[in-house]
């Protein structure tokens, strides 16, 4: 039986992968999922008797996350991995909650991933940059943790460094990414509105502006250079800037005067 629900807000599990997750980025984990929903659930998964998850103590006090111990039964097996799965199903099966936060760089959880959202639940992945494009691209959203500073680190903008324009045209996926949605809500003269590029770019994997440091989409087309943008107060249009037009040139072996 579910319990009362207040003002229709998302309820939300927060599952950690301890091993394969820094302990300092918990608070900005904690603020991006307020702004899908409430955290009801908090559970982190390791051998808290090892060294290796020390930092993570203060933290598990502070942020009132369950620390569920795994010993390594066997070298070379991850208990903790097996154990967050099987939590995860149980919870999927018991119908309280509409999304699951997974907190891990490890490519192994992307059955699971797959399997939550096939049965209509929101993920939001979480990760360091060396997270496999598999388990990245399985998620709803996946936010690269080097991205995101701490809450406490002076001049918080919420994203790292910004990449060049360079950096980014470069990336011949995002590109890609972006001048497919940019044509698909496309208008007759070439327009797009920024709100159904958005929901185009998002509904075609887990992509954050924020992961290439920039706050929003709006910004981070501005940096790639390689669209018109205007803006009229809060309505913002966009289509795929038009190629240069090559300088004529003189026929080779043209006859001079």
């Known amino acids: 039986m579910h319990g009362p629900r207040i003002d229709d807000e998302k309820r939300i599990a927060l599952l950690i992968d301890a091993d394969n997750a820094p302990a300092s980025k918990i608070d900005v984990i904690l603020a991006e999922i307020a702004r899908h929903g409430v955290a009801n659930v908090r559970r982190a998964y390791g051998n808290w008797k090892s060294q290796h998850l020390s930092g993570w103590e203060k933290v598990l006090h502070e942020y009132a996350i369950r620390p ?11 208990a903790s991995d097996m154990a967050m799965v099987i939590d995860a199903m149980d919870l999927m099966y018991a119908r309280n909650l509409d999304g699951f936060a997974i907190v891990s760089s490890d490519a192994d959880f992307t059955p699971l991933v797959m399997r939550l959202r096939n049965d209509g639940y929101g993920v939001y992945g979480f990760g360091q940059e060396k997270t496999p ?14 991205q ?6 002076p001049d918080h903008a919420g994203t790292g ?12 996926e995002l590109v890609q990414l972006l001048r497919n949605a940019v044509a698909a809500a496309a208008d007759d003269a070439g327009w797009s509105h920024l709100g159904a590029v958005g929901s185009h770019v998002r509904n075609q994997g887990s992509f954050d502006a924020r992961n290439y440091g920039y706050r929003n989409l709006s910004a981070l087309i501005d940096a790639v250079g390689l669209f018109e943008v205007r803006r009229d107060g809060q309505a913002v249009e966009i ?19």
């Open 68 to 78: 569920i111990q795994q010993f390594a039964y066997s070298t070379g097996k991850n």
């Open 133 to 146: 494009a598999p388990f990245v691209k399985a998620c709803s959203t996946f936010l690269y943790l080097e």
């Open 148 to 153: 995101l500073r701490a809450l406490d680190e």
């Open 161 to 172: 460094k910004p990449r060049t324009s360079a950096e980014l045209q470069a990336d011949r």
């Open 239 to 257: 289509r795929e800037a038009p190629k240069p037009t090559p300088k004529n040139r003189s026929p080779r072996g043209a006859s001079k005067n």
